[in-house]
């Protein structure tokens, strides 16, 4: 498990310990295991050239500090003085060894940025806050143009430590090296794009719980339920499921497939009449209840558009259609009123619902909907959340996991925001409420249509096995994840596809892939 504090918890845990410590011990420590992971990545220290950005706080002491180690040891060091003064004993030592310090204005600087193997992010530490001001600003683009290797220290100069914000212009580091604990900025996005690999170096910090947490595949596999020898498929969880309609067979499809391989021992399957004849085709191991026809012109309704529900009550038929120990709802079903009432069937049981899709366009226009007390899953990308709480998209998209918690917070339900990272939320009155969860797997690949559906059903699964919502959004996106770099991956590019910290280009893939791919990745994270 990842485990990100924020910056005030950092900030008295680090107080704390220095106060029990010589002074300077700190950063030493932090410096020592910088330099070491700097030298890992030089390979050939003797002769290597590094330059420093050091800022004027800690961060620019930790950067002079081990760039001193390395400077010890044959490396030729420009250190460059960006922020208003430099710290004096960082700056000593580095002198001491042989390095040298310039000012920005330096003409040497330019030169030495572009010639360096290393560069050292020490501008701004996790207080920093906004886009980088000159002479950051400047420095932060001339390392972007270098062909060095850029690690920043701690956090990259321009990403908000908290949120992972990023305001104007930031540096993009290939290596951060972080100390004590991750800072939740490292693992969303956009700060997690401009960190690249992060390297965690422990201090001694005794930081106190997590805000944020990423789980890494033994944690997934911990949570996964496995049947035993007296297990049936009523014990393993039955996932009542409402997805596709006339038009949307796709989604209704995709959505089984998902809830299928998701463990659970039976799937009900509940939708219009086109639906179930191509689930029945796909899935022939769901158990299907076809909605009621619509009534045909003549017969009190207006043909193709009458109400469903005449003869019974939505509540009525859900009754009718079996027992089960949760329910997902929404990818495909419509937004028609007899959808309306279906939904508001579904969610007025007292089960775990997971409401996706056409099911957050209703609740959008319904919002006493999902004001209930059982649990209650959503999960939307960010125009949905921005249908829900009113909140603009592009925000929603920069300050991903502020949105995700105020919504969690003000529609009482667990919020799992789908993007580049998902963040994953619940109101802060359920017992699992914090920390926040973020997933650390998937692929742009993943941006297909259809692929939301294949996550829908797959978490619905795991909350009829009796995950709480939290645990079963948080597993059902890292196997999502992973199961689409499998399939991009393609054959014989497994191992790759599962190191998390590789970069790979992989092939175009469509939602059924991932619905292939989801056993391969499950049998991948246990063996983890």
Request: hydrophobic residues 45%.
């Amino acid at each position: 498990m990842r485990e990100a504090r924020e910056v005030a918890k950092v900030r008295a845990a680090e107080a704390q310990l220095m106060a029990a410590l010589p002074d300077g011990t700190l950063m030493r420590r932090a410096a020592t295991g910088l330099a070491a992971v700097c030298g890992q990545l030089l390979g050939r220290v003797y002769g290597a050239r590094v330059v420093v950005l050091a800022g004027s706080g800690d961060n620019g002491g930790d950067a002079l500090y081990a760039a001193a180690q390395l400077a010890r040891r044959g490396t030729a060091v420009l250190a460059v003085a960006a922020g208003s003064k430099i710290h004096e004993g960082g700056a000593a030592t580095l002198r001491a060894a042989g390095g040298r310090i310039a000012d920005p204005g330096d003409p040497l600087v330019a030169d030495a940025i572009d010639d360096a193997d290393l560069i050292l992010d020490g501008m701004l530490g996790i207080g920093g806050h906004g886009g980088l001001r000159e002479p950051y600003a400047t420095l932060a683009a001339a390392a972007g143009r270098s062909i060095a290797t850029v690690v920043a220290v701690d956090l990259p100069s321009g990403v908000d430590a908290d949120t992972g914000v990023v305001e104007g212009r930031a540096v993009r580091a290939d290596v951060t090296v972080t100390f004590g604990t991750w800072k939740p900025g490292l693992l969303i996005d956009p700060g997690a794009t401009y960190a690249g690999v992060t390297e965690l170096v422990d201090i001694g910090l005794n930081p106190g719980p997590p805000d944020v947490v990423a789980a890494q595949a033994a944690d997934i596999a911990a949570l996964l339920p496995t049947p035993t020898a007296d297990s049936d498929k009523y014990r393993r969880g039955v996932l009542g499921l409402v997805s596709g309609s006339e038009r949307y067979t796709g989604a209704a499809v995709l959505s089984a497939g998902g809830a299928i391989h998701g463990g659970a021992g039976m799937i009900r399957f509940i939708s219009a009449q086109p639906a179930v004849e191509v689930v029945r085709q796909w899935w022939p191991e769901t158990v299907i209840t076809p909605l009621p026809p619509e009534p045909a012109e003549g017969e009190g309704g207006s043909g193709g558009g009458g109400n469903r529900w005449q003869h019974t009550t939505a509540q009525d038929f859900l009754a009718a259609a079996g027992r089960v120990q949760a329910w997902a709802a929404g990818p495909g079903m419509g937004t028609d009123q007899d959808s309306v009432e279906l939904l508001a069937a579904v969610l007025a049981t007292d089960l775990p619902v997971l409401v996706d899709a056409d099911g957050l366009t209703i609740a959008a226009e319904h919002p006493e909907l999902l004001r209930r007390s059982a649990p209650t899953l959503i999960t939307p990308h960010a125009g949905e959340l921005s249908r829900l709480t009113g909140a603009d998209r592009a925000d929603i998209e920069a300050q991903r996991l502020t949105h995700a918690r105020a919504a969690a917070r003000s529609l009482g339900v667990t919020v799992l925001l789908k993007g580049s990272t998902t963040v994953i939320c619940a109101p802060p009155d359920r017992p699992w409420a914090r920390p926040d969860r973020v997933n650390s797997t998937g692929t742009a690949w993943l941006a297909t249509a259809g692929s939301g559906d294949v996550l829908s059903g797959l978490a619905g699964s795991l909350l009829a096995q009796g995950l709480n919502p939290p645990d079963a959004a948080a597993a059902a996106a890292f196997l999502h994840g992973v199961a689409a770099r499998r399939a991009a991956a393609g054959p014989g590019n497994a191992d790759e596809a599962d190191d998390l910290a590789t970069t790979l280009e992989g092939a175009p893939i469509g939602a059924s892939d991932v619905v292939r791919a989801l056993p391969d990745a499950i049998r991948a994270v246990r063996a983890s």
